[in-house]
């Protein structure tokens, strides 16, 4: 089997070092060649310059490509999938925006052209969430998810409770180690989190999933006050995807949250994600790993074994369920305000930061504009 690599980065790079060396037990069966590299470009590398290429058609036009692992994620992703899944190839990939947005049109080409389009990297990191997601939710009627499905934040704002720094230092220090891009507004914003408890609601609940209807609210406006008065309410401060099946459809959120510091949730820390669902059949599961870096490579592998393995996944989302956003969320909320804020609202004040009574996402959203930050109470 001949496969082209699409980026080089840090999960490029272990990739392409993972097949190379062979070690994992399923190149004892299998042989597998990377053939093409596609990079921006050829300089020092440090690989052999006769795989490199900078013209995607090299690979395209390529009968003998088998697999295109796809790791840039750029703007031209979207295109160069659907392109690889129309020659016939089959297509992993790590790009959870790519997945959340087009999964339903990519997926369609790759069944006409009988390949595979396998994306266990686009959540989770090393974990691998999606494939039992995938194998569990047609027999268990899975009705919740919630988890930490981003290490930057979470880096983020574990570093803030236990080193009692301000935000801006624990972003430089997430930056530093590689946990943050010069630019995190991705992360620190929710977006990645929206892409990924897309992916999974859309896998869970059988439908497809409008992003534009997923609540969102960032991190940016935390600073250390907020993570003190949290800490001495007993809570620690967790960055919250979740996700719950309901008689109208689907609340989706994603938002800062109070945990106790019981929680399981609320004990997972720096780089490291959570992830746990609830169904009718299985209870409650959860898994647990590092959800970014180089682990991720070990996800992408793991696809690769199953193209090999001549694994059939022929899931496409067949309902269209209401997102409602956080509409019909009702709960406690730990408030930062302003000068204007409704103050019959606050079940306790502590200056600046209050308690506010039993509230449905609706009234929050109204009083937004009075509020430099929240975390929701989860008790």
Same mark, same amino acid.
């Given at each position: 089997?001949?496969?082209?690599?699409?980026?080089?980065?840090?999960?490029?790079?272990?990739?392409?070092?993972?097949?190379?060396?062979?070690?994992?037990?399923?190149?004892?069966?299998?042989?597998?060649?990377?053939?093409?590299?596609?990079?921006?470009?050829?300089?020092?590398?440090?690989?052999?310059?006769?795989?490199?290429?900078?013209?995607?058609?090299?690979?395209?036009?390529?009968?003998?490509?088998?697999?295109?692992?796809?790791?840039?994620?750029?703007?031209?992703?979207?295109?160069?999938?659907?392109?690889?899944?129309?020659?016939?190839?089959?297509?992993?990939?790590?790009?959870?925006?790519?997945?959340?947005?087009?999964?339903?049109?990519?997926?369609?080409?790759?069944?006409? #052209?009988?390949?595979?389009?396998?994306?266990?990297?686009?959540?989770?990191?090393?974990?691998?969430?999606?494939?039992?997601?995938?194998?569990?939710?047609?027999?268990?009627?899975?009705?919740?998810?919630?988890?930490?499905?981003?290490?930057?934040?979470?880096?983020?704002?574990?570093?803030?409770?236990?080193?009692?720094?301000?935000?801006?230092?624990?972003?430089?220090?997430?930056?530093?180690?590689?946990?943050?891009?010069?630019?995190?507004?991705?992360?620190?914003?929710?977006?990645?989190?929206?892409?990924?408890?897309?992916?999974?609601?859309?896998?869970?609940?059988?439908?497809?999933?409008?992003?534009?209807?997923?609540?969102?609210?960032?991190?940016?406006?935390?600073?250390?006050?907020?993570?003190?008065?949290?800490?001495?309410?007993?809570?620690?401060?967790?960055?919250?995807?979740?996700?719950?099946?309901?008689?109208?459809?689907?609340?989706?959120?994603?938002?800062?949250?109070?945990?106790?510091?019981?929680?399981?949730?609320?004990?997972?820390?720096?780089?490291? #994600?959570?992830?746990?669902?609830?169904?009718?059949?299985?209870?409650?599961?959860?898994?647990?790993?590092?959800?970014?870096?180089?682990?991720?490579?070990?996800?992408?592998?793991?696809?690769?074994?199953?193209?090999?393995?001549?694994?059939?996944?022929?899931?496409?989302?067949?309902?269209?369920?209401?997102?409602?956003?956080?509409?019909?969320?009702?709960?406690?909320?730990?408030?930062?305000?302003?000068?204007?804020?409704?103050?019959?609202?606050?079940?306790?004040?502590?200056?600046?930061?209050?308690?506010?009574?039993?509230?449905?996402?609706?009234?929050?959203?109204?009083?937004?504009?009075?509020?430099?930050?929240?975390?929701?109470?989860?008790?």
């Amino acid at each position: 089997m001949n496969v082209a690599l699409l980026g080089l980065g840090n999960v490029g790079r272990a990739v392409f070092d993972i097949l190379s060396k062979k070690e994992a037990d399923i190149f004892k069966n299998y042989e597998v060649n990377v053939k093409y590299v596609l990079v921006r470009n050829v300089e020092n590398k440090g690989i052999d310059k006769s795989l490199l290429t900078t013209n995607f058609e090299d690979i395209l036009l390529d009968e003998s490509i088998d697999v295109v692992i796809e790791m840039m994620g750029a703007l031209v992703s979207y295109d160069y999938m659907k392109r690889a899944l129309l020659a016939s190839k089959h297509v992993i990939t790590a790009n959870k925006e790519v997945i959340a947005n087009h999964y339903v049109e990519l997926q369609e080409i790759a069944m006409k #052209n009988k390949v595979k389009l396998l994306f266990e990297a686009s959540v989770g990191g090393g974990i691998p969430i999606v494939h039992t997601m995938l194998n569990s939710a047609p027999f268990n009627h899975i009705t919740k998810i919630e988890g930490i499905l981003n290490g930057t934040t979470n880096f983020i704002l574990t570093s803030m409770h236990k080193e009692k720094i301000s935000f801006e230092e624990a972003l430089k220090l997430a930056q530093i180690k590689g946990f943050a891009e010069a630019d995190p507004t991705a992360d620190l914003e929710g977006l990645d989190m929206v892409r990924k408890i897309a992916i999974l609601s859309m896998i869970a609940y059988n439908s497809q999933i409008d992003l534009n209807n997923i609540y969102h609210y960032g991190i940016s406006n935390v600073d250390k006050e907020i993570v003190e008065v949290i800490d001495l309410l007993d809570y620690k401060l967790k960055f919250i995807a979740s996700s719950s099946l309901g008689e109208s459809g689907i609340d989706i959120t994603v938002e800062p949250v109070a945990l106790r510091k019981s929680d399981l949730l609320a004990n997972v820390d720096y780089e490291y #994600n959570l992830i746990r669902y609830h169904g009718e059949g299985c209870a409650t599961q959860m898994m647990y790993g590092k959800g970014a870096g180089p682990t991720t490579a070990n996800s992408i592998v793991f696809d690769l074994g199953l193209v090999l393995s001549d694994y059939r996944q022929k899931f496409m989302p067949a309902l269209s369920l209401e997102s409602n956003g956080n509409v019909n969320v009702k709960a406690r909320y730990i408030m930062k305000i302003n000068d204007d804020f409704d103050m019959s609202i606050v079940e306790k004040s502590l200056g600046k930061m209050v308690i506010s009574k039993e509230i449905t996402g609706d009234k929050l959203n109204e009083i937004s504009s009075t509020i430099s930050f929240y975390a929701r109470i989860i008790d």
